[in-house]
């Protein structure tokens, strides 16, 4: 069974860098085909995909925050990090960390809530 769990501060102030990262365990991040994923969803609103990478270590960014995105990994710790910069309150959302597989999302954390406030 494959789980994902997120981690990181519940708080950030504006303009710092938002820094999550996602465990998983009972499948390698590394896995022909599979791709890791964070999502988002702001108070109120629908999910938001950010970005993901892939199994060979390729990124891709949702293009209206690509400028202040970064996903990277650690395969030795089998995990894999969101950092978002420059943050503002409308980056505040539950945050969601997803193991995606052609069109679909087969495995996901529970969420984390991120708010931004000084």
């Known amino acids: 069974q494959v789980q994902l769990q997120e981690s990181g501060p519940g708080l950030v102030k504006p303009s710092q860098t938002l820094s999550l990262t996602c465990t998983v365990s009972?499948?390698?991040?590394?896995?022909?085909?599979?791709?890791s994923t964070w999502i988002r969803q702001p108070p109120g609103k629908g999910l938001e995909w950010i970005g993901y990478?892939?199994?060979?270590?390729?990124?891709h960014y949702n293009p209206a925050l690509k400028s202040r995105t970064s996903i990277s990994r650690d395969t030795s710790k089998n995990q894999f990090t969101l950092q978002l910069a420059s943050v503002t309150p409308e980056d505040s959302a539950v945050y969601y960390c997803?193991?995606?597989?052609?069109?679909?999302?087969?495995?996901w954390g529970q969420g984390t809530q991120v708010t931004v406030s000084s």
């Open positions: 997803a193991r995606g597989l052609g069109a679909q999302y087969d495995s």
């Open positions: 009972g499948a390698s991040i590394t896995t022909d085909h599979y791709y």
């Open positions: 990478i892939t199994y060979s270590g390729s990124t």
